[in-house]
């Protein structure tokens, strides 16, 4: 009967397992598998010997006849969900050597995803010498049998993944308590880096494959849309790409060379990407908030002699093309390509997509190949060209997605522009891939229109900075936001005020988390299952750290990041290089800490810190006790620090605000009511018209300090 079964699954599921060798090992062993429709069980039990048992409710064992037969059996372990020996008893059996498999999140799935594990197993496995199997079912998840929101299917392929035989980490010298609370941790850390790494051996290579695998499956789903509010499918999408990558065919010869992108956040700038993937070319995102000069820059030392921009987008962000054109690059618009395009072109492309998608990628790519070009924001020097490979970002959609419980249903809306890594990755091309609705905003100063759109397209997740979460904050009503339920901010040090802002006036947590360009962005991020307030969260699973001592820094150290996320190299000599890495290590220049728990938290830059009178003093944690620090000269005071050099202290603070009335005296009072020492207080108050920032919304540091050269020498000091 079992092989019968077997036969059955594999005729109408596709099924396959992997690594089904665990399933011989001797009790005590627990099975922990995650459980994401009604037919688990059967997929497990067809690859069970008689000595596993599944543990069961027996509460839902005796609601009806069916139940009974199916959850009463030889083959189940019943017990009492309510009742405090439950556990007990499973111990029992596992200390007489028994097997038994656990659906540890105690339901089936209502996310898709992995929800929490409860604190049951980490009991089970304090108490007893079990070991641990987990399985990742693949695909299940698509049934019509499951409690995906999303899209579901009669007949999806399905596939258990088992890991190899697992020694929990015991730790008997912490409580009880504290024990299972790790274990239950160390249990779907494990699940989460399983899931990852199944995705990432079996998924899509190169990111057009996955955008195509995805719009394939949901073609008339509305995958994105923008302020024009013309809504755009998955098919009109691929389609479109598709006729301009053959357009394109026609107006140069591919010679290598990355392909400029110079265009907001709009519907046409995905377009752009992947017709541009679909040719096999490398597209480079220019940043057009910093100036056409440093435009120009950007595309000259990465070797940029075409680019691709839009005559609409060029007159209302008046911007001057003229060292582009100086530089030799040839400038094509998207409005003279459209006028090109034929119905002819259009229908090929529609007959491609619905029967030969394969012939849609012209020049197929591999997953080690460039994807993106991205280039660093300058803020401390110029820009470096950042080459990120299909690799590197489908990685960090696989880390977002396994640790998040991102669905089908979610609708996103991304203000962050798509020149930024975290605007690109994290707030367009995670949901494309997951298959969520995007709305792109094309820019992230609009603080009354945004939370105004967020509440007319009701979406559910957003991401911002903490500069730009403020102002969204002084204009939105309370019930602009009544829809989201996850909001990530990265980018810059989530504030104190910022949270309590967002948590007290509109009943929403900021989950903060950390990333790097270079690292596609996401290096760790706080999730709704495991919330540290304070810190950037956990690391992505495929990560590795390791803190380096710095001289003068009491606590944490040099933080080094190592991950299939991670870039080969800076962009240089026309190809990617190998500089930016230390065998594969990547130095963030951030100082930071690792709690017991694997919490990461962010200290500052280490170019942030001055040393005043021999002492490091975080340049950082002085604008954070700032922040918010003045209400009585209105909620737009801002105050940035830099430092200056200075004969007898080596250096000094300065404090920079866009308030003229703000005083030393109320600055010294602040620090000192927030426990900060003399060290810390700036030496003088500067008042500017307007505080600099980045496209990203973090202060433009370089810049701030640049101004006060410039008045320091213009008062010839």
């Known amino acids: 009967m079992k092989r019968l079964l077997r036969m ?94 656990l659906f540890a999140e105690g339901q089936i799935t209502f996310t898709g995803s992995l929800m929490k594990l409860f604190e049951g197993t980490g009991f089970l496995l304090a108490k007893t010498p079990a070991r641990v199997v987990t399985c990742y079912l693949r695909g299940a998840e698509r049934m019509r049998w499951s409690r995906n929101p999303g899209k579901r299917f009669w007949l999806p392929r399905v596939s258990a993944h088992f890991s190899s035989v697992q020694d929990p980490v015991r730790q008997p010298h912490v409580s009880g308590a504290r024990q299972r609370t790790m274990l239950t941790d160390w249990l779907r850390g494990r699940m989460v880096e399983q899931q990852f790494e199944v995705e990432m051996r079996l998924g899509a290579g190169t990111l057009p494959e996955a955008l195509l695998e995805t719009a394939r499956s949901r073609p008339g789903f509305v995958s994105m849309e923008d302020a024009r509010r013309k809504p755009m499918s998955y098919r009109k999408w691929v389609v479109s790409a598709g006729v301009l990558a053959r357009r394109l065919r026609s107006e140069w010869v591919k010679d290598g060379s990355p392909v400029g992108v110079l265009l907001p956040n709009g519907c046409a700038t995905p377009v752009v990407l992947m017709a541009l993937w679909m040719r096999g070319e490398v597209p480079a995102v220019l940043n057009f908030s910093s100036g056409m000069l440093v435009a120009a820059g950007c595309c000259k030392a990465s070797g940029v002699r075409r680019v691709i921009t839009s005559r609409v987008f060029v007159d209302k962000a008046r911007l001057d093309l003229a060292p582009l054109l100086a530089e030799g690059i040839t400038v094509l618009f998207l409005e003279d390509l459209r006028k090109r395009t034929t119905w002819g072109d259009k229908l090929l492309g529609a007959a491609l997509f619905s029967f030969r998608p394969g012939r849609l990628l012209a020049s197929p790519a591999q997953p080690a190949d460039s994807a993106v070009l991205l280039f660093t924001s300058g803020s401390e020097g110029t820009p470096k060209a950042v080459p990120l490979s299909h690799r590197n970002i489908l990685a960090n959609i696989r880390q977002m997605l396994a640790v998040t419980d991102l669905n089908d249903t979610d609708r996103i809306l991304n203000a962050l522009p798509l020149f930024h890594s975290f605007g690109l990755t994290v707030g367009t091309l995670l949901g494309l891939v997951r298959g969520s609705y995007v709305f792109l905003y094309p820019s992230p100063l609009h603080y009354r229109m945004i939370p ?95 803190l380096e001592a710095v001289e003068g820094v009491a606590e944490g150290g040099r933080l080094w990041v190592r991950g299939p996320n991670v870039m ?33 938290y962010v200290l500052g830059r280490l170019k942030r810190f001055a040393k005043v009178s021999g002492e490091m003093v975080s340049l950082t944690a ?34 920079v605000s866009n308030c003229e009335r703000l005083t030393r005296e109320e600055v010294r009072a602040a620090l000192r009511a927030k426990g900060m020492t003399n060290l810390s207080v700036p030496a003088r108050v500067v008042a500017v018209p307007q505080i600099p920032l980045l496209g990203s919304g973090k202060v433009h540091h370089r810049e701030l300090e640049r101004m006060l050269r410039e008045r320091c020498v213009a008062a010839g000091v």
Not at 46 to 72: C, G, N, Q, Y
Not at 495 to 517: M, P
Not at 574 to 597: C, F, M
């Open 8 to 101: 059955l699954l594999r005729l109408l599921f596709g099924f396959r397992a992997y690594g089904v060798e665990s399933l011989r090992a001797k009790g005590p062993v627990l099975l922990i598998p995650n459980h994401v429709s009604w037919l688990d069980w059967l997929f497990l039990g067809v690859l069970l010997d008689k000595e596993w048992k599944f543990v069961v409710s027996s509460v839902v064992a005796d609601t009806s006849a069916l139940h009974r037969i199916l959850m009463r059996n030889g083959r189940t372990f019943p017990i009492d969900p309510a009742s405090p020996y439950a556990t007990r008893h499973m111990a029992e059996h596992l200390r007489q050597g028994g097997r038994l498999v």
């Open 452 to 546: 105004n759109a967020i509440y007319e397209k009701n979406c559910t997740v957003f991401l911002s900075t903490n500069t730009f979460l403020n102002g969204y904050a002084r204009r939105a009503n309370p019930y602009d936001f009544r829809t989201l339920r996850l909001l990530f901010a990265a980018a810059e040090k989530v504030q104190q005020s910022t949270v309590s802002t967002w948590s007290g006036q509109f009943g929403v947590r900021i989950l903060e988390g950390y990333g790097a360009t270079e690292c596609g962005p996401a290096v760790s991020v706080n999730v709704p299952v495991a919330l540290r307030p304070g810190s950037t969260g956990r690391l992505l699973p495929g990560m590795e750290y390791r």
């Open 568 to 600: 080969d190299g800076y962009w240089g000599g026309g190809g990617p290089g190998k500089s930016g890495l230390v065998e594969g290590w990547y130095d963030t220049g951030d100082i930071a800490r690792v709690d017991e728990d694997g919490f990461v």
């Open 622 to 655: 002085v604008e954070e006790a700032l922040a918010g620090a003045f209400p009585q000269h209105g909620p737009r005071c801002m105050v940035a620090v830099v430092a200056e050099p200075d004969e007898d202290k080596g250096e000094l603070l300065v404090a």
